[in-house]
């Protein structure tokens, strides 16, 4: 059977959140569309992640670096850096909103998840920090 090493599911409720409406209608590229889920995953190590967030892949296809842009290195980082934040929030519901910060993200800086994993963990990441007004470690890029 295959085991699920990390899975970031994040299922955007525009009602749910804490976020005005009116700063959400202010986004374009943040619209629901058709398709708009992102799934990699790797039978050798067994990993398998899940993006579920009207207008992550728009953002990704148009707004996002391309892939090659940052090296693997400073992808790996940042997320470490990311995922523990994320991961302190999960289990704090009564301080962050739960309806962001959904489940935990099995992350084990060990492994080398490859660079698509890491490219698009990262870009979540800062999808996620601009669509949501939120911050999780150091400077957030705004694109």
């Excluded at 009207?54 to 992808?75: C, E, M």
């Excluded at 992350?107 to 490219?119: D, L």
């Amino acid at each position: 059977m295959k085991k699920i090493a990390f899975i970031i599911v994040l299922i955007a409720i525009i009602g749910a959140c804490s976020t005005p409406k009116n700063n959400l209608a202010s986004h374009p590229a943040t619209n629901p569309v058709k398709g708009d889920t992102v799934r990699i995953a790797n039978d050798s190590l067994e990993y398998e992640v899940i993006i579920i967030d009207p207008g992550f892949n728009t953002w990704l296809n148009s707004v996002a670096f391309p892939r090659g842009y940052y090296a693997q290195f400073y992808l790996e980082n940042k997320n470490r850096f990311y995922i523990t934040e994320w991961n302190n929030r999960v289990q704090q519901p009564f301080r962050f909103d739960p309806n962001l910060y959904l489940m935990t993200i099995n992350y084990e800086p060990q492994i080398n998840y490859g660079y698509e994993v890491n490219y698009l963990i990262y870009n979540y990441m800062i999808y996620f920090q601009n669509r949501y007004q939120q911050k999780l470690f150091g400077n957030v890029p705004i694109r």
